[in-house]
């Protein structure tokens, strides 16, 4: 079996011939990475396959001269929208409580934040903005508006979760960090 791009196009086509399959062409495009890339034309069944710079694959955005960075500020963004859209709902219904707050982040934002992230994760640098909004989350739903460092933020967050949420978690804050229980 080959291993280059139209070798592969070429077993694919085989396969669903023998199999009496078809392939929707209009849902097949070629994506050539790479700033210096030569734009090679792929066929398919006789068929020019399209040839994009930029192509949405499970939701995640490549581009064709762009890092992972593209893709993952794609999913930032929208991320961003739908934690305004819930902060507008808990305000609206009064949801004031943090661990409540943080449990609608969880099921409504974080899938968003780290879809396709086996892929893009890879990268340290690539999830920075991701992990910025997450702390930004955070210091909103505790109160802070801009002044606090995140590090202490993030202390205050998992004292009050080992506390509240652990059932040895009150253990860990006396012994480790010196914590008295209560």
């Known amino acids: 079996m080959s291993t280059t791009p139209a070798g592969q196009l070429n077993a694919l086509q085989l396969f669903c011939q023998q199999r009496q399959l078809s392939v929707n062409l209009a849902k097949i ?10 734009c090679q034309t792929f066929t398919f069944n006789g ?3 399209e ?19 593209y893709g993952v500020s794609k999913l930032v963004s929208a991320a961003n929208k739908a934690m305004h859209a819930m ?21 409504l934002v974080l899938p968003i934040l780290s879809y396709a992230s086996q892929v893009w994760a890879v990268d340290e640098e690539v999830g920075k903005s991701a992990e910025q909004l997450h702390r930004q989350f955070l210091k909103h739903v505790h109160g802070d508006r801009g002044t606090t460092a ?13 506390h509240e949420c652990s059932p040895h ?6 012994g480790v960090l010196g914590v008295p229980q209560h």
């Open 29 to 38: 495009n070629v994506v050539t990475f790479g700033s210096g890339a030569r």
């Open 47 to 49: 068929n020019e396959v």
């Open 51 to 69: 040839h994009v710079q930029s192509y949405k694959y499970l939701g995640f955005q490549f581009h064709a001269t762009k890092k992972l960075d």
């Open 87 to 107: 902060n507008r709902r808990c305000a609206f219904w009064h949801i004031s409580d943090p661990k409540q707050r943080c449990k609608l982040f969880d099921s």
């Open 150 to 162: 995140t590090l202490i933020v993030l202390a205050v967050n998992l004292a009050k979760f080992l």
């Open 169 to 174: 978690g009150s253990m860990l804050l006396e």
